[in-house]
């Protein structure tokens, strides 16, 4: 079975791939052979039994001889196999159905559970037309609302999300980043060595972009969660508008025992998962409304609080009293997220996602 990989060697374009390399081995064994080539002139030409293109790797490749939808329209016409995408996107949608129009599967890092909400006219993401519904927003912005018909939600499903993206490149500097990225390093990060909540210095962690007034939701969301951080006045806590290399921000987070990850311009952020791999206790806006891969948002190894942020001083309040207590939690989602990379671990679980990817795009192929 020979599988092409469309994709751009950039930080975003190998990130959206890496899975694909760091499973490799083990979907080889079960018939695989990967294609992986930035050239258009292959993935137009080539024989391949799937193609795999990556979004965030399209502007690099087409440059302006082509619009997106043009390329993915001459890809369906030149090419006699399943073309599966692998969204960009960051949030749950929308979800551009002159894309879905153009592929046999449109694949999401997250979507909504309830997929006939992408029916509903939205202008940008749920969460964002839900929060300036409950908030009585004025300022509906200049985006067009975007909805999907019937005939496209068997189109679109989930790839796998930033769990899966190669750390070593995501905390390394230039020379190692071009370096993996070039060769195509396959191995994942190690386990990191951490210490219990209870022995760490800082009590709470919240860094990330504040956002420019003109992203009013995402704004006021992130400065609900920031209002109530700042009731906790520790002189240890870490400011979010302080900027740090890679090593600090890790050395800060292993230090700390709450992280808070609001939501940015998605549900899902690289703070998730950078919390998990540091042992830190992982606070995240309610998350139940999502479908992604692999899911490791569960109940036993985070807490969530509401996406405006109104129980949230009371949940600090309880963990800050007691960390010894959420010490399970904490090395839960710690234990998640380790699994969840090793392909020696999650290796079948991956495996058969895969597959089911494959078998959906070749069934909505074979009746286009």
Same mark, same amino acid.
């Given at each position: 079975?020979?599988?092409?990989?469309?994709y751009?060697?950039?930080?975003?374009?190998?990130?959206?791939?890496?899975?694909?390399? @760091? %499973?490799?081995?083990?979907?080889?064994?079960? =018939?695989c052979?990967?294609?992986?080539?930035? !050239?258009?002139?292959? *993935? &137009?030409?080539?024989t391949?039994?799937?193609?795999?293109?990556?979004?965030?790797?399209?502007?690099?490749?087409?440059?302006?001889?082509y619009?997106?939808?043009?390329?993915?329209?001459?890809?369906?016409?030149?090419?006699?196999?399943?073309?599966?995408?692998?969204?960009?996107n960051?949030?749950?949608?929308?979800?551009?159905?002159?894309?879905?129009?153009q592929?046999?599967?449109?694949?999401?890092?997250?979507?909504?559970?309830d997929?006939?909400?992408?029916?509903?006219?939205l202008?940008?993401?749920?969460?964002?037309?839900?929060?300036?519904?409950?908030?009585?927003?004025?300022?509906?912005? @200049? %985006?067009?609302?975007?909805?999907?018909s019937? =005939?496209?939600?068997?189109?679109?499903?989930? !790839?796998?999300?930033? *769990? &899966?993206i190669?750390?070593?490149?995501?905390?390394?500097?230039?020379l190692?980043?071009?370096?993996?990225?070039?060769?195509?390093?396959?191995?994942?990060?190690?386990?990191?060595?951490?210490?219990?909540?209870?022995?760490?210095?800082?009590k709470?962690?919240?860094?990330?972009?504040l956002f420019?007034?003109?992203?009013?939701?995402?704004?006021l969301h992130?400065l609900?969660?920031?209002?109530?951080?700042?009731?906790?006045?520790?002189?240890?806590?870490?400011?979010?508008?302080?900027?740090?290399?890679?090593?600090?921000y890790?050395?800060?987070?292993?230090e700390?025992i709450?992280?808070?990850?609001? %939501?940015?311009?998605g549900?899902?952020?690289?703070?998730d998962?950078?919390?998990?791999?540091?042992?830190?206790?992982?606070?995240?806006p309610d998350?139940?409304?999502i479908?992604t891969?692999?899911?490791?948002?569960?109940?036993d190894?985070h807490?969530?609080?509401?996406?405006?942020a109104?129980d949230?001083?009371?949940?600090?309040?309880?963990?800050?009293?007691?960390?010894?207590?959420?010490?399970?939690?904490?090395?839960k989602?710690?234990?998640?997220?380790e699994?969840?990379?090793?392909p020696?671990?999650?290796?079948?679980?991956?495996?058969?996602?895969?597959?089911?990817?494959?078998?959906?795009?070749?069934?909505?192929?074979?009746?286009?």
């Amino acid at each position: 079975m020979r599988i092409g990989v469309l994709y751009f060697r950039h930080r975003e374009g190998h990130n959206s791939v890496f899975p694909l390399l @760091s %499973f490799k081995e083990m979907l080889e064994q079960q =018939g695989c052979e990967f294609v992986f080539t930035h !050239s258009l002139q292959k *993935a &137009l030409s080539d024989t391949f039994d799937y193609l795999f293109v990556s979004d965030l790797s399209l502007p690099r490749l087409i440059g302006k001889r082509y619009s997106k939808v043009d390329f993915l329209k001459k890809l369906r016409e030149e090419q006699n196999c399943p073309i599966i995408f692998l969204s960009g996107n960051d949030s749950t949608g929308p979800i551009f159905p002159e894309i879905v129009d153009q592929v046999d599967l449109y694949l999401s890092k997250q979507l909504l559970r309830d997929k006939t909400i992408y029916l509903q006219p939205l202008k940008r993401h749920f969460f964002r037309d839900q929060m300036m519904s409950q908030f009585k927003f004025k300022n509906e912005n @200049s %985006f067009e609302p975007i909805s999907l018909s019937k =005939g496209h939600l068997h189109k679109i499903s989930v !790839s796998w999300n930033l *769990a &899966l993206i190669d750390w070593k490149v995501q905390m390394s500097g230039k020379l190692g980043k071009f370096l993996n990225i070039l060769n195509k390093n396959s191995a994942v990060i190690p386990p990191e060595p951490v210490c219990e909540l209870q022995k760490r210095s800082n009590k709470i962690m919240f860094k990330g972009n504040l956002f420019p007034g003109q992203h009013d939701v995402f704004r006021l969301h992130r400065l609900l969660t920031l209002k109530v951080f700042k009731t906790f006045d520790f002189e240890s806590s870490y400011k979010a508008d302080v900027i740090l290399g890679p090593k600090a921000y890790l050395a800060q987070m292993k230090e700390t025992i709450i992280s808070l990850s609001p %939501f940015g311009w998605g549900e899902i952020c690289y703070r998730d998962f950078e919390t998990f791999r540091t042992g830190s206790l992982l606070f995240k806006p309610d998350m139940s409304h999502i479908e992604t891969y692999p899911d490791i948002y569960q109940d036993d190894n985070h807490l969530s609080y509401r996406w405006d942020a109104k129980d949230l001083k009371a949940k600090i309040e309880k963990v800050l009293k007691d960390p010894a207590a959420f010490q399970k939690i904490a090395e839960k989602g710690k234990t998640s997220f380790e699994n969840a990379i090793d392909p020696k671990k999650s290796g079948a679980a991956f495996s058969k996602h895969f597959f089911d990817i494959l078998n959906m795009a070749r069934d909505n192929f074979e009746n286009r």
